[in-house]
């Protein structure tokens, strides 16, 4: 994996017409290089905004940066300081978050038995109240096709 990472630092205030122009422009012409896996933009609290590009291949990234600076002295220029500077690589380290933690972070409330048992190496089956208000504890589901038939 390679990185396009182009930095420049934008006048104040200006977020949000640099957002509408990246979107309108920018993503199309980044995006329809070889090898495009994905792009990011990251605006700073002093106004520095940076735009990273994933690509399978250091040919696409140098691509994407040569297009970018193009498209970005045709286009933001008012809306910068100075001009904008550019740097492609390798991609040395990183990571995503798995499955299963993404799903955590959407819902926690529905995992926290699982929270529990990873913190304590016990699992604590989740507690259900009846109508009548009598805690009660889900029935345990046959572990085996013996098992299945001996309930029957």
């Known amino acids: 994996m390679y990185a396009a990472i182009r930095q420049a630092k934008a006048k104040t205030g200006m977020a949000e017409e640099l957002a509408r122009r990246i979107k309108e422009g920018a993503i199309p012409i980044i995006s329809d290089v070889e090898g495009f896996m994905a792009y990011y933009v990251v605006y700073a609290s002093d106004d520095t905004v940076t735009a990273i590009s994933l ?3 250091f040919a696409g990234a140098e691509e994407a940066n040569r297009r970018a600076l193009a498209w970005i002295d045709q286009n933001l220029g008012p ?10 690589g390798p991609v040395i380290v990183h990571t995503l978050a798995s499955p299963w933690d993404r799903r955590i972070a959407r819902r926690p409330h529905r995992f926290a038995q699982v929270r529990d048992r990873q913190a304590t190496g016990v699992y604590r089956p989740p507690r259900l109240t009846a ?4 805690n009660i504890t889900p029935a345990r589901r046959a572990s085996s096709p013996a098992e299945r038939i001996d309930r029957r």
């Open 79 to 88: 809306l910068l300081v100075g001009p904008a500077t550019a740097v492609a």
């Open 55 to 57: 690509f399978n291949n």
């Open 131 to 134: 109508i009548g208000g009598k």
